[in-house]
């Protein structure tokens, strides 16, 4: 069963390590709770499919995805004012700063999930067959 291979290959793959790398981003917090669960999704994924391609196709297209669910998250990104400059709130206003910036998660993230599925097909379309004996 180790030789499996193909889309659901790469999709375990790519699971495991979007779980791998949100407890990564998530270690203060959640990370440490959803560590557990993403050694148990790459030890399945290791025992169930082959390494090659999908799992480093696989690894770039989960980690990719993670960085769009954090450039999701801070949509709303405003930046605070800086100097002494002064905010003016009337009463039942609601005003807020800070989070991050989504554009630097965004670009790694359409860049990395973008190769993974790219460097995927290519690798199954130049995959050479041996011809039977």
């Known amino acids: 069963m180790k030789d499996r291979g193909g889309w659901q290959a790469f999709a375990e793959w790519a699971l495991a390590l979007a779980l791998l790398s949100l407890a990564v981003i998530g270690a203060a ?3 440490v709770l959803l560590l557990p669960f993403a050694l148990l999704a790459l030890a399945l994924a ?13 690894g770039l297209t989960g980690v990719g ?3 769009l669910l954090v450039a999701y998250i801070n949509r709303a990104y405003s930046p605070c004012p800086t100097g002494h400059n002064r905010v003016r709130i009337i009463n039942g206003d ?11 998660w965004l670009t790694v993230g359409l860049l990395l999930t973008a190769a993974g599925c790219v460097g995927y097909l290519v690798s199954k379309r130049t995959r050479v067959v041996a011809p039977a004996a």
């Open 29 to 31: 917090s959640i990370g």
């Open 65 to 67: 995805s993670i960085c």
């Open 94 to 104: 609601h005003y807020s700063c800070g989070g991050f910036d989504p554009m630097p």
């Open 46 to 58: 290791a025992r169930r499919n082959r390494a090659w391609p999908e799992a480093p196709t696989g």
